[in-house]
Nanobody, 117 residues
């Protein structure tokens, strides 16, 4: 079992920055794929960025060049640095851990990000 706790959401003006953090408890974080997803009301949850255990990063097209995902295996944390935020980035952001060996997925509780124009 993995528990995920997020922090760092909030209200920011367009063009501003936010850094989301997620702390994981449980085992096997260092061999897990981690990531961030987001969801707006009435829409499906969509991928923002992922990072594999081998440090391969994958970004949604809207995130490329503006968002950066990082992980610290010693601290079992993952962060999402978001720059040049736009009103369309307003959503609830969820951190995510996937353990391939057991095919288990875990989600954080979500943190609200609101970008005002």
């Amino acid at each position: 079992q993995v528990q995920l706790v997020e922090s760092g959401g909030g209200l920011v003006q367009a063009g501003g920055s936010l850094r989301l953090s997620c702390t994981a408890s449980g085992s096997k974080f260092d061999i897990s794929t981690v990531g961030w997803y987001r969801q707006i009301p009435g829409a499906q949850r969509e991928l923002v960025a992922t990072q594999t255990a081998g440090d391969q990063r994958n970004y949604a097209s809207f995130a490329k060049g503006r968002f950066t995902i990082t992980r610290d295996n010693d601290k079992a944390t993952l962060d999402l640095q978001m720059n040049d935020l736009k009103p369309d980035d307003t959503a609830v952001y969820y951190c995510y851990v996937y353990q391939r060996l057991s095919d288990d997925s875990y989600w954080g509780q979500g943190t609200q990000v609101t970008v005002s124009s």
